[in-house]
């Protein structure tokens, strides 16, 4: 994903556990969050609703409840919005296989992960909370790495 804003973009910036997250709102709903290692520019144009999708995720990377009620906007194929709106309705602490989320939604566990690998909401769009059925899976299209660990900070969070 490209981490750059475009000029109808506001973006909000927190640092968290995971390094900093971004969050890209347009229209006055969240577009994208990034998580990344780069601290945030100073020339980029800060929005209500993203200060407060920020201040929402660093509470509940704190301890706190999960960030509930933010104006979500994820843009994508009408499938991936299908897995994108049932993701929403895994409860933190909760666990579903690519498997299980497939069968539920009549479709393969590749075409779950090609979903779950599209999510440009991470963390807001709990894309975490989908594992293998033989382990963890993967996060953000990696299988290994820093993402994989940031999938399991998450899982070990909740």
Not at 38 to 43: K, N, V
Not at 70 to 93: C, N, S
Request: charged share 25%; with cysteine.
């Amino acid at each position: 994903m490209a981490d750059s804003v475009s000029i109808e973009e506001e973006c909000s910036s927190c640092h968290t556990p995971l390094g900093w997250v971004r969050v890209h709102v347009e229209e006055e709903r969240i577009r994208r969050v990034i998580i990344t290692q780069e601290a945030p520019s100073s020339d980029v144009r800060e929005s209500l609703v993203g200060r407060q999708a920020c201040d929402a995720i660093q509470e509940w990377l704190a301890g706190g409840a999960w960030p509930e009620g933010l104006p979500l906007a994820p843009q994508g194929t009408p499938f991936q919005q299908r897995v994108w709106q049932r993701l929403q309705q895994i409860p933190p602490g909760r666990r579903v296989t690519y498997g299980e989320l497939a069968e539920e939604l009549g479709t393969g566990a590749r075409a779950v992960g090609g979903a779950c690998r599209a999510n440009a909401i991470p963390l807001l769009i709990p894309c975490h909370r989908v594992v293998a059925a033989n382990g963890d899976g993967g996060f953000a299209g990696h299988t290994r790495g820093r993402w994989l660990e940031i999938k399991r900070w998450l899982l070990q969070h909740e």
